[in-house]
């Protein structure tokens, strides 16, 4: 099993410009979570999912979306970035009933 | 929400000496407490949970204590060695809304040889 996979791991983006960060796992994990952490800071939540078709927002959703059309992929959407969103983006999975949460390499993300 | 503080900040221990970090949370409904271990650039990994109906878990050289009323918990780490330097993280799952974490800030230790 590769656990969680996260791409790219690093991306510099200018102001106003999107991407996506891909996130997938193979371990058949109903629930999926994006993080953002900021430095010397903890984990926030943005986004998670409880299912396929099923996402709802975090302490700090804004400026992000989500989708999760297969239990395996969770991808975070950026549109118009912008400088507050530098930071360190963690994709997590766990399953129902065991609550210990798997992290993903991370993604170093720089908006200039 | 739930809120989840953790303290200090950083630590820095010498070799051997034991480590402690603490953290509080809000939610009485919380009901799970894992403890994640970052070391520079890599992702977090889970080392050691709690759940609420435990008051104490040891494994090896780690041990964490939860105390319900007071709503708090703490990582304990003795006979400590420079490769446990990293970030740890406190976090409370309040389990009524489906696994979701609320992490603490972390804690930089470092572990001086």
């Known amino acids: 099993n590769a656990g969680v996979t996260q791409t790219p791991k690093f991306r510099i983006l200018k102001i106003g410009q999107s991407m996506t960060l891909q996130c997938a796992q193979d371990?058949?994990?109903?629930?999926m979570y994006w993080y953002r952490q900021d430095p010397g800071m903890g984990l926030k939540l943005i986004y998670y999912?409880?299912?396929?078709?099923?996402?709802d927002k975090g302490e700090v959703p804004n400026g992000y979306n989500v989708s999760r059309s297969t239990t395996e992929d969770f991808p975070l959407r950026l549109e118009l970035a912008a400088p507050s969103q530098t930071s360190v983006y963690f994709c997590?999975?766990?399953?129902?009933?065991?609550?210990?949460?798997?992290f993903g390499q991370g993604t170093r993300l720089t908006v200039v | 929400g739930e809120n989840v503080e953790q303290h200090p900040s950083t630590l820095s221990v010498q070799e051997g000496d034991s480590a402690v970090i603490k953290c509080t949370y809000s939610?009485?409904?919380?009901?799970?407490f894992p403890w994640y271990k970052q070391e520079l650039g890599k992702r977090p990994q889970l080392i050691i949970d709690?759940?609420?109906?435990?008051g104490e878990k040891k494994d090896q050289r780690i041990a964490v204590t939860l105390n319900k009323t007071a709503k708090h918990f703490s990582l304990h780490i003795t006979e400590t060695q420079p490769e446990d330097s990293a970030v740890y993280f406190c976090?409370?799952?309040?389990?009524?809304?489906?696994?979701?974490?609320?992490f603490g800030t972390g804690t930089s230790l470092t572990v001086i040889p």
């Open positions: 371990m058949n994990h109903n629930y």
């Open positions: 997590a999975s766990n399953s129902l009933g065991s609550p210990e949460a798997f």
């Open positions: 999912s409880v299912g396929a078709g099923i996402t």
């Open positions: 976090a409370a799952e309040l389990g009524y809304t489906g696994n979701q974490f609320y």
């Open positions: 939610d009485s409904a919380s009901n799970y």
């Open positions: 709690i759940r609420s109906n435990v």
